[in-house]
């Protein structure tokens, strides 16, 4: 993927999470009440740069590495479409948790 995201921004590729009722009955995405995202990620900013007013006060580098999985708000990613592929932005921010 030929993109390099800003500041604290993630960039990842939502897992499909494909559900099954205890009868092996299997529950669509479209249908699923989830109001969350679990994805891999594909590219990460360099990080934050923290100032006050003019002055740089500290750099915070990024805590999530290409390749780790992360879950999300809905509410907070924001979806483009690169090379066919669908992938979500968030800022670290709005990232709730990282999967190890």
């Known amino acids: 993927m030929n993109i390099k ?3 604290d921004v993630i960039i990842f590729e939502k897992m499909s999470e494909e559900k ?21 990620v594909v590219a990460v900013g360099p ?7 003019f002055e740089e006060i500290e750099f915070v580098p990024m805590d999530v590495q290409v390749g780790e999985t992360i879950v999300a ?10 090379e ?16 190890v």
């Open 73 to 82: 708000s809905k509410q907070s990613c924001t979806e483009i479409e690169l």
């Open 84 to 99: 066919g592929h669908k992938y979500y932005m968030v800022s670290q921010a709005q990232a709730l948790t990282r999967i």
């Open 5 to 7: 995201p800003l500041n």
């Open 47 to 53: 990080g934050i740069v923290i100032r006050r007013g």
């Open 20 to 40: 099954k009722t205890e009868t092996g009955i299997i529950i669509p995405e479209a249908t699923s009440n989830t109001r969350f995202f679990k994805g891999k």
